[in-house]
C-alpha cells in the first residue's frame, strides 16, 4: 500500500481541482483570473502542506488555552494559541482572503473579488476549517465597519481589518448569542449603558468565538428604555483591548477545535454604535448572509477533502487481491461523491454571483430576496452534505477511518458544527417561509431557474413551481412542516440546473 501521507505532501490543493479552475475562469475577469490562479496556486500548496500539518497539531495538542490569571494573579482572561496556527493566521490574512474584497490588490490596481475570497476559503477549509472561522468573522465585521461604520470609526479600525501584513491585523468576532437563545437573537439582554456620548457593555455573551484573539469585536447589545425583541438591538463595535471583558472560560468542543469558543463577560467595556441605534439585528442579518455563504464555503472543501481522501485511499488500498479501486460499489460510491461536488460547488458559485451583485448595490429588491434564499437552501444543504461526505470517506478507510491519524475523524468532527451554527436547519426553513410570505420569493427561484435552464429541464422545473404554489398557500404550521424537504428539492434543482448549463 502506498503511504499516503507522505504523497499528500506534495499536493496542490488548487492545481488538482480542475473543476474549481473552470468554475473560476467562468466568473472572473481575465485579468482577475490571472491574479487569482497564480495566488491560488502557491495558496493550494499551503494549504495541502504546512497548513494541514500545523491544523493536526493544533486540532490534538495545541488547542487555544485559556489564561485566565497572570503570576500576580491578576485576571487578564488571555487565550494562548500555538505558534503554528499563528502561522497560518499570519499567511492567510497576508493572501488578502478578507483584505482585497475591501480594498485595491496592488498587482491589479482594483479591488478583489468575493468569488477571489471564497476560492481561498475552500482550499482553506480543505485543510483548517476550524481557522476559517475566524477568517469569516473577520469578513463579517469588515463588511459592517465598511457598510454601516461612521468615518472616524472606519479610519482608526477598517484598516487594521483588512490587514494584509501592511499593518497590525486585527481579526474579527461577531457576538450576538446569550444563554438564553442564540436561534432568538431578540431574547439578548446585554446592556449598552450610555455615558454623556460613550456607550459601556454589561452582561453575558454564551458563544463568543474568536474571544482573546480578534482585535475587535461586533456585539448586539440592548440600550436603556429600547424596544422589547429585535427591534431593540444595537450593534456596537468593542475593543478588545479596551478592557472590561471576562472570558469565563473556553467552550470544551466536539471539533473546530482551532477556534477559541468563548462565553464572555462584560463588565463597563468601551463600545462604539455602529449606524443607527436600533437597527443592529439589520445589520447582522446581513452579515449573516455572508458568514452563512462562508459556511456553505467550508461544506464544501470538507467536501472536497473527504472526497480527494476517499480517492487516493481506494487507489492506494487492495482488499481480495484486487485495489479497491477496482470495485464496482467504491466506484459508484466516488462517482457519486464527485458529481454530488461539483454540483453544490458549481451552485454555490453562481449564488455567489448574485451575492455580489448585492454587496456592490447593483441588485434589484428581488434579486436580494432571491439572494437570501438561495443562501438558505445551499447554506442547509452543504451543511447536511459535508457530514455525509465526511462520513463516506470514513467508511472507504474501513477501520483506518475511525483512527486520529488519519484525517477522517476531523473532517466529520469539524463538519458537524455547519448545521449548527449561522442558523440550524430549521431556522433556515422559517428565513424560507419569510421569503415566501412578505416577498413571494418562490416565484422569482422559478423565474431565475427558467431563465438559465436548458430545454431538457423544463419538466422538471413546471413540478417545482407548481408545488411551490401549492406551499404557498397551506397554513403556516403545514408550511413549517413540509419546508425542509422542500429546501432540500430546491437545492438539488438549483444544482441541476446550474451544472447542465456549464
Ligand atoms: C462552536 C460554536 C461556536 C459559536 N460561535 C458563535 C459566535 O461566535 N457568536 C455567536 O453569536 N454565536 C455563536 N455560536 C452560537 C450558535 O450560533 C448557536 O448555537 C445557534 O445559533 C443555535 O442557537 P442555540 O444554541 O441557542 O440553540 P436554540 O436556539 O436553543 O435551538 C435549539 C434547537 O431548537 C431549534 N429551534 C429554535 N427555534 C425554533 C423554532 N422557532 N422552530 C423550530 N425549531 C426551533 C433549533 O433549530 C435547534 O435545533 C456558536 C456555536 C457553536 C456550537
Known amino acids: 500500500m502506498k503511504v499516503l501521507t507522505e504523497e499528500y505532501e506534495q499536493h496542490n490543493f488548487y492545481e488538482e481541482d480542475k ?26 500548496q499551503r494549504a495541502a502542506g504546512p497548513i ?40 492567510t490574512y497576508e493572501t488578502g482572503i478578507v483584505g482585497y474584497v475591501h480594498k485595491n490588490i496592488p498587482e491589479l490596481g482594483e479591488k478583489g473579488t468575493y468569488t477571489y475570497s471564497f476560492a481561498q476559503g475552500y482550499l482553506l477549509s480543505q485543510a483548517e476549517p476550524g481557522f476559517y472561522c475566524p477568517v469569516t468573522l473577520t469578513m463579517a465585521t469588515a463588511y459592517l465597519l465598511d457598510h454601516y461604520g461612521g468615518e472616524e470609526l472606519k479610519e482608526t479600525y477598517l484598516p487594521h481589518v483588512l490587514a494584509t501584513g501592511d499593518m497590525e491585523l486585527y481579526e474579527g468576532a461577531t457576538f450576538l448569542t446569550e444563554r438564553q437563545g442564540g436561534s432568538d437573537v431578540g431574547a439578548n439582554v446585554v446592556e449598552a449603558v450610555s455615558i ?4 459601556y457593555l454589561y452582561g453575558e455573551k454564551y458563544f463568543a468565538s474568536n474571544a482573546g484573539m480578534c482585535g475587535v469585536a461586533m456585539v448586539l447589545a440592548r440600550m436603556e428604555d429600547s424596544k422589547e425583541g429585535s427591534r431593540g438591538l444595537s450593534l456596537f463595535l468593542v475593543p478588545w483591548e479596551g478592557g472590561n471583558i471576562r472570558i469565563r472560560r473556553l467552550k470544551d468542543k466536539l471539533g473546530v477545535r482551532a477556534v477559541p469558543s468563548a462565553e464572555v463577560e462584560f463588565t463597563g467595556a468601551k463600545a462604539y454604535l455602529v449606524g443607527e441605534a436600533d437597527r443592529g439585528f439589520y445589520y447582522m442579518m446581513e452579515a449573516l448572509n455572508l458568514s452563512r455563504i462562508c459556511n456553505a464555503v467550508a461544506s464544501l472543501g470538507i467536501m472536497r477533502r473527504s472526497y480527494t481522501e476517499a480517492l487516493l485511499y481506494a487507489d492506494g488500498r487492495n482488499a481480495f487481491g484486487r485495489r ?66 465526511a462520513h463516506e470517506a470514513i467508511e472507504m478507510h474501513g477501520g483506518n477511518g475511525y483512527i486520529e491519524d488519519f484525517v477522517t475523524p476531523r473532517l466529520l468532527r469539524d463538519a ?33 431557474l427558467r431563465e ?19 406551499f404557498a398557500g397551506l397554513e403556516e404550521t403545514e408550511k413549517e412542516l413540509e419546508a425542509k424537504s422542500l429546501m432540500k428539492d430546491m437545492a438539488i434543482l438549483f444544482e441541476d440546473v446550474i451544472y447542465e448549463q456549464l
Open 19 to 44: 473543476f474549481l479552475q473552470k468554475i473560476l475562469k467562468k466568473y472572473m475577469t481575465s485579468d482577475m483570473f490571472s491574479y487569482a490562479d497564480k495566488n491560488l496556486r502557491e495558496f493550494g
Open 52 to 91: 494541514d500539518e500545523r491544523a493536526v497539531h493544533t486540532d490534538r495538542e495545541g488547542q487555544p488555552r485559556l489564561e485566565r490569571y497572570d503570576k500576580y494573579g491578576e485576571e487578564v482572561s488571555r487565550v494562548w494559541v500555538n505558534e503554528g496556527y499563528k502561522q497560518t493566521v499570519k499567511e
Open 196 to 199: 454623556g456620548e460613550d456607550y
Open 324 to 389: 479497491l479501486a477496482g470495485f464496482p460499489m467504491i466506484q459508484q460510491t466516488l462517482q457519486e461523491l464527485r458529481m454530488k461536488l461539483e454540483k453544490e460547488t458549481a451552485a454555490v458559485f453562481e449564488m455567489v454571483q448574485l451575492y455580489e451583485k448585492v454587496t456592490n448595490g447593483t441588485a434589484s429588491f428581488e434579486e436580494e430576496a432571491l439572494n437570501r434564499l438561495l443562501i438558505a437552501i445551499m447554506k442547509k444543504e452543504t451543511a447536511e452534505k459535508s457530514i455525509e461526505f
Open 416 to 448: 458537524q458544527v455547519l448545521t449548527v451554527w449561522e442558523g440550524t436547519a430549521n431556522i433556515l426553513a422559517l428565513e424560507l417561509l419569510r421569503l415566501i410570505n412578505k416577498y413571494e420569493a418562490h416565484t422569482l427561484f422559478i423565474k431565475m
Open 452 to 470: 438559465k435552464s436548458t430545454d431538457g429541464m423544463e419538466k422538471r422545473i413546471d413540478g417545482m413551481e407548481e408545488r411551490l404554489l401549492r
